[in-house]
């Protein structure tokens, strides 16, 4: 600790902290009296990954695939027109097709997942 109070921990190469865990703080001073415990949560700074997509035709009015559990996905459209929706717990995902929305054959469709920390996947 420095004479500003401030202080840094090297946190050791074998520890995988993960999102959301809790980190419980404390200090001790020169007599060994123990401070009481400060915490903090991790905060999760990794992208999910791509997400996958299923098949679409000009015909169909869904957009389907797999993406992280518990995430958004954002599909694009050729037009620029955006639709969400979210992943269930099994990491399946239907968005529907906005009814202004006219695909052709060969056009792309862009799906990207954000989890609840704001993390955007790759597309």
Do not use: H, M, R, W
Not at 83 to 110: F, M, R, W
């Amino acid at each position: 600790v420095d004479d500003q109070g401030n202080y840094t921990v090297e946190i050791p190469s074998n520890v995988d902290l993960k999102g959301d865990e809790e980190i419980v703080v404390t200090s001790t001073d020169k007599e060994g009296n123990v401070s009481e415990e400060a915490t903090t949560t991790v905060k999760d700074t990794t992208a999910p990954e791509a997400p996958t997509v299923n098949e679409v035709t000009s015909e169909d009015t869904t957009i389907s695939g797999t993406a992280e559990p518990g995430s958004t996905v954002t599909v694009t459209f050729p037009d620029g027109t955006t639709a969400t929706g979210t992943v269930d717990d099994q990491g399946n995902y239907t968005v529907e097709i906005p009814s202004n929305v006219d695909l052709k054959g060969d056009e792309e469709i862009v799906v990207t997942s954000t989890d609840k920390e704001g993390n955007v996947s790759e597309e």
